[in-house]
């Protein structure tokens, strides 16, 4: 509405001049106007720019989630390496950010329940996404082997483009994917598991080859 506005103020003075009005006061006025009003857009977008970096820091307390996505952000392409600082900002992420966690088997997203399904839409829902919103991936892999971290890169990069295609999440929200390829004690994450995180029954087992997935949304970007 304002650039259309502005358009008009400035085609104004161009018509009476066309039509030999001669009114070089009203001319002036509506110069002046049209000057008022790109004024007038330029505070209005660092207002919001200011309430944007405020409505940040109000969704993201915590400063180690904060790091951590300046790190990814800085080194998208780095992976999550195996260290204590990287694991105590995984861990910060199950701690206190919103996520939906999940197993899949080999054939990666083909084996999502419907039931993660409904979650994942429930966390990718509009009304919760801000410019500062971040997603993060995070797959551990099935044991410690190389192929087994491979494997679940490719896990990782296929629960990516499920949300991207399947879920509809814009491009202009960044996603992070990691792997864990370093040991978490199993009382360790215990900690993490909550009752939504059990194992639905259409889930693998403990005793079949699965992938354990966790999706992150933050507001600790930007």
């Given at each position: 509405m304002t650039h259309w506005f502005v358009r008009a103020a400035l085609a104004i003075p161009v018509f009476l001049l066309s039509c030999g009005g001669g009114n070089e006061q009203l001319i002036q006025d509506?110069?002046?106007l049209q000057q008022q009003v790109s004024q007038l857009h330029e505070e209005s977008k660092a207002l919001r720019e200011d309430h944007e970096k405020l409505a940040a820091k109000l969704y993201c307390s915590n400063d180690d989630v904060r790091d951590f996505v300046r790190r990814c952000e800085k080194n998208p392409g780095s992976g999550l390496q195996c260290s204590e600082e990287a694991v105590a900002g995984a861990l910060a992420f199950m701690d206190s950010q919103p996520y939906v966690a999940f197993y899949l088997r080999p054939n990666g997203m083909a084996s999502l329940?419907?039931?993660?399904?409904?979650?994942?839409?429930?966390l990718l829902d509009t009304a919760n996404l801000?410019?500062?919103t971040r997603f993060l991936i995070l797959v551990q892999p099935r044991n410690e082997t190389a192929a087994a971290s491979e494997e679940a890169s490719t896990i990782a990069n296929g629960v990516f483009q499920y949300l991207r295609t399947r879920l509809g999440l814009a491009a202009n929200f960044p996603v992070f994917q990691h792997v864990l390829p370093c040991k978490i004690k199993a009382e360790t994450m215990r900690h993490y598991v909550r009752r939504a995180d059990r194992s639905q029954p259409s889930e693998p087992s403990e005793k079949d080859p699965r992938f354990r997935v966790w999706v992150f949304r933050t507001d600790c970007g930007g």
């Open positions: 509506l110069r002046q329940a419907q039931v993660r399904n409904g979650q994942l839409l429930e801000r410019k500062s």
